[in-house]
């Protein structure tokens, strides 16, 4: 995907700081098209690819940054990502960010994010957890909806921090994920 169609889709925060968004159905579309480029460079290293975070739930606000699930065999497997991902303009973040997850960024600018790639283990405990709260939103519309208004007060708490604003959603996500073993 090139810059003018980044920006089309509406995506785009500057690294590290919060801005959320009103809802935009060719979110949907920017995954989409991201989906296939990932899966052109990574071949059957992807075993699945999915769209997460708060732009795969329709109708709330989100940061405009579309949040990519990669599921690999092993977790070691995220390391061979890293030259066919960078080939397709992702720099690799490191492991060391989110526990078991390979994060690799990709945007405008150097300073301006549009897609996050997570590559986790398939099936294992992030790919399940990622899922899972994905689910339980797209199919809860009143769940949806307090998230959103969680997330709408955290990111005029916490603007200018993006590690803060996902830290202070934690026990929300948690209670979600509780249902399901996965806190």
Sequence with gaps: MQQGQDESF?????HLT????????KWREAYLLEETRIRNALGPMALDIQHFGSTAIPGIKAKPIIDILIGVPRLEDGLACIGPMEKIGYDYAGADIVPDDHLFGRGITGETRTHLAHVVEYQGFNWRRNIFFRDRLQNDPALAFAYEELKIDLAQKFAESRAAYTGAKKDFIDKVLAEAGLA
């Design 18 to 25: 919060v801005r959320l968004s009103d809802p935009n159905a």
């Design 10 to 14: 509406g995506l785009g925060v500057r």
